[in-house]
Each structure stands twice: as C-alpha cells, then as structure tokens.
C-alpha cells in the first residue's frame, strides 16, 4: 500500500481536487486505489448538493494519472503529462455517489501504451457493487 504522501506530489492535482486517498496495490499494468472524499462536504466536484456519479471518470483518471507517475517514476524519470481526450463504452449503474457509506474503489488497467497515447479501462466499485465502467484515451505531451 502507498500513502497518499508518496505519490501525491506526482500527479498536478492538489488539495481537494486529489480525490484519491491510498494506493492499494500497483504493477506496470494495472492499479487499484481507494477513496472516502466522496463523504467530504469540501469535495470540489459537488453541485446542487450533490455529487453525480459522471464524477466517477474523474476518479478513474485521476488514478490513471498516478499509474502513470508511478510507472515514470520506476523507469527512473518523470511520467509525462497526459490530456484525457476520450470516454467510451462508460456504463454508470447508479445516479449519485456522495450517499454511499465506504470507500470507493478504484481500478485501473493500461490496455494499449504507444510513444504518444494511453488506452485504459476502469471500473469503481463499493462494496463489491460495481457502480461505473468504462475506457479512456490518454493523448501523452511530448516534450515536457
């Protein structure tokens, strides 16, 4: 397990906008995180009192973003910056999540890495009920 103090610094979001608590287990391919911000009242993708579960791709790639970093960091350098440029396939199985009692968690798996891009599939679950699913392409900044 990694604490949110060994990676937090690797990934550009910070403060309340770092939705992921804990690293649970990571390799070169897959990730599984958890989280309990969903619960907090500070939480910074809330409306109308509210947080949709559409709010769950967030999660999914801000864990995507620390496979990453994590995966850069193991080869020895930094990861590079990614854009999330596509959602597919995304199945949401519940319409809110700031309701749910435990932690969320994250899973995370790279199917495709090529020089520029990233294809990952996600799931997020809460206990043992998947609550949302799908894949997303990651356009990787050159140069950086």
Not at 119 to 138: C, D, I, K, M, T
């Amino acid at each position: 397990m990694l604490e949110k103090r060994e990676w937090a610094s690797l990934i550009p979001h910070a403060g309340t906008m770092c939705l992921l608590d804990e690293v649970m287990d990571w390799d070169a391919t897959r990730l599984h995180a958890r989280s309990a911000s969903h619960l907090r009242p500070d939480n910074p993708l809330r409306a109308d009192g509210m947080l949709h579960a559409v709010n769950l791709c967030e999660y999914a790639a801000q864990a995507m973003a620390v496979h990453g970093a994590l995966r850069g960091r193991q080869a020895g350098g930094p990861a590079q910056p990614g854009l999330l440029v596509a959602l597919r396939d995304v199945v949401l199985r519940v319409e809110r999540i700031d309701d749910l009692p435990r932690r969320l968690q994250v899973h995370v798996e790279c199917l495709i890495a090529m020089p520029g891009s990233l294809q990952y599939g996600f799931r997020v679950e809460h206990r043992g009920s998947l609550l949302a699913s799908g894949r997303a392409a990651v356009m990787l900044q050159q140069g950086r």
